[in-house]
């Protein structure tokens, strides 16, 4: 079992930045890989970033709209992920949301075994 609880949202002015973090209790978190997904009002969850973990292939992928301006990271010390948001854009505007599956990330929010409660990110223009 895994708990998931994500921090780290606001209230920022497009350009800004910010950054998420996702705090997983529960056993051999360096097992499971990581994701951020997003849903804003009206929408289906989106696909953010994934983090697989590291000694199967350590690899991340992002959603086309956000890379080279956002970044996933994790800490297996702090049982902890992180999603770094530069160059935020209006459009990022959304309920952010930290997942958890076994061993290899996924673009498939239905894969994920587990889910933080989100943090609401909103980006003024």
């Known amino acids: 079992q895994v708990q998931l609880v994500e921090s780290g949202g606001g209230l920022v002015q497009a350009g800004g930045s910010l950054r998420l973090s996702c705090a997983a209790s529960?056993?051999?978190?360096?097992?499971?890989?990581m994701a951020w997904f997003r849903q804003a009002p009206g929408k289906e969850r989106e696909f953010v970033a994934t983090f697989s973990v590291v000694w199967n292939s350590g690899s991340t992928d992002y959603a086309d709209s956000v890379k080279g301006r956002f970044t996933i990271s994790r800490d297996n010390v702090k049982n902890t992920v992180y999603l770094q948001m530069n160059s935020l854009k209006p459009e990022d505007t959304a309920v952010y949301y930290c997942?958890?599956?076994?061993?290899?990330?996924?673009?498939?929010?239905?894969?994920?075994?587990?889910w933080g409660q989100g943090t609401q990110v909103t980006v003024s223009s």
């Open positions: 997942a958890a599956k076994r061993v290899t990330g996924s673009r498939r929010s239905s894969e994920y075994d587990y």
């Open positions: 529960g056993r051999a978190f360096s097992s499971y890989a």
